[in-house]
């Protein structure tokens, strides 16, 4: 099978992460065209298309920036990270109950994704589901008590991923807040999945306001 490293294009797509990563959103999304441009495989590849909904999101188009992620999805279906990854971009679209349909398919694949726990959690508590939210907070904590006591630590780059998810607004108690900061820099060390919700974010994609 091709690697994606040797797929004409290769180099517009690293392109256009560097671009991404600089914030230059107009450039980037015209790096990834380009790489679909040299070779329609691409569209064969789920953190190639993650990239790209990124990237088109940001450009103000987040009905197909969606559909990448569906396409995204359809290639992986068995992944947690990416339902977490479209609940987390419906969330930015203040659509709620697409947000917890997805982020419950997450935690169905990985229940112990501390991140989409806490992420359900403050989307349950808007929508006054109180009791509900308390058990996902208390289940992040859980998760997170794991990590410390397994000496799992933030990686470098969790303080770009700590000032995005900050604009996750939550009326919880201010410790409930604290423990979600908390397991936000510790939990995605713990799978593959939740390394890649770091790149997600760091990427610059966050919340609406």
Request: proline share 3%.
């Given at each position: 099978m ?25 450039l ?13 495989e ?5 953190d ?31 992944y ?15 659509d709620?109950?697409g ?71 939550s ?6 807040s ?32």
């Amino acid at each position: 099978m091709q690697s994606f490293d040797e797929i004409p294009g290769s180099s517009e797509v690293q392109k256009g992460r560097s671009q991404a990563e600089s914030g230059e959103w107009k450039l980037a999304l015209q790096s990834y065209q380009e790489a679909l441009l040299a070779s329609s495989e691409w569209n064969n590849d789920p953190d190639f298309l993650n990239d790209l909904a990124v990237a088109t999101f940001h450009n103000g188009n987040s009905q197909l920036a969606l559909k990448h992620l569906d396409d995204a999805i359809l290639l992986q279906p068995d992944y947690g990270y990416r339902y977490a990854a479209r609940g987390w971009m419906k969330q930015a679209a203040k659509d709620t109950n697409g947000a917890i349909q997805d982020y419950e398919k997450a935690l169905e694949l990985d229940p112990q994704d501390a991140i989409t726990q806490n992420n359900l959690g403050i989307l349950e508590e808007q929508l006054g589901r109180i009791q509900s939210a308390k058990e996902r907070f208390a289940i992040a904590d859980e998760l997170d008590q794991v990590l410390r006591e397994t000496n799992i630590s933030a990686s470098e780059e969790n303080p770009v991923l700590t000032k995005n998810a900050s604009t996750a607004k939550s009326s919880a108690p201010q410790n409930t807040s604290s423990n979600a900061r908390r397991e936000i820099m510790q939990a995605l060390l713990t799978s593959k999945g939740r390394k890649e919700f770091i790149a997600f974010l760091r990427n610059g994609f966050k919340l609406n306001d």
